[in-house]
C-alpha cells in the first residue's frame, strides 16, 4: 500500500471525476507517474508528534497572554505600554496585588523590580485603573492559571523531546 501526496496527482495532466479516480490512480501508478510519500520512520514519527505539540502548547500560551492583556486593557491597566510584557517577575506581583483587591496606582507601581523601577511614574499612569476584582480578578486568576498549566506542559513537552533526541545527540549537535 503506498501514501500518496494528492499535490502529485494534482500536477499529472489528465481528467479527474469522483467515479473515475481509482482507475486513473491505478493508471497512474503503472505508467509510473507518481510516487509514493515519504513515510517517516516511527521514532521520527512520535518526535515530530511531540514538536508540533510543543509549537501548539506555545501558540496557546501566546494567545491567553494576549486575552490576559485585553482583560487588563479593558479595567484600565495599560501595563504594556510601560512593560515589555505583563508575565514578569514585577507584572506577577502587581497582578497578584490586584487579585488580593488593591487598586492604588502608586502601590502597585511600587512593586515594580528591576529596570522597571526607572519607570515608576509612567506606570502610575499606566495603572490608573477601575479594576473589579469579582469580575477582572475572576478573568486575570484563571488566565493566570492557565498560562502555568501550559508553561508547565511546554516544560513536560520539551523534556520527552530531549529525551527522544539523546539516542542522537551526535548527530543533533552537527546539526546545530
Do not use: Y
Not at 476584582?133 to 530531549?162: C, M, N, S, W, Y
Request: proline share 5%; charged share 25%.
Amino acid at each position: 500500500m503506498w501514501v500518496i501526496n494528492a499535490e502529485h496527482l494534482r500536477n499529472v495532466p489528465g481528467r479527474k471525476t469522483d467515479v473515475a479516480d481509482s482507475v486513473w490512480i491505478t493508471q497512474l501508478l503503472e505508467h509510473g507517474l507518481v510516487r509514493p510519500s515519504f513515510v517517516p520512520a516511527k521514532p521520527i514519527r512520535m518526535l515530530r508528534d511531540l514538536t508540533r505539540h510543543g509549537r501548539r502548547l506555545s501558540e496557546e500560551r501566546t494567545r491567553v497572554i494576549q486575552r490576559l492583556e485585553k482583560v487588563l486593557q479593558d479595567s484600565g491597566i495599560k501595563l504594556t505600554s510601560v512593560a515589555s510584557t505583563i508575565l514578569t517577575k514585577s507584572g506577577r506581583a502587581i497582578l497578584q496585588a490586584l487579585l488580593q483587591g488593591e487598586t492604588d496606582s502608586a502601590v502597585l507601581a511600587e512593586l515594580a523590580k528591576g529596570r522597571l523601577r526607572s519607570k515608576i511614574p509612567a506606570l502610575q499612569e499606566a495603572l490608573s485603573n477601575r479594576f473589579r476584582p469579582e469580575h477582572h480578578g475572576a478573568l486575570v486568576k484563571q488566565l493566570l492559571e492557565h498560562v502555568d498549566f501550559l508553561d508547565a506542559a511546554i516544560a513536560e513537552t520539551h523534556e520527552r523531546v530531549a529525551v527522544r533526541l539523546r539516542p542522537v545527540e551526535p548527530m543533533v549537535e552537527l546539526i546545530t
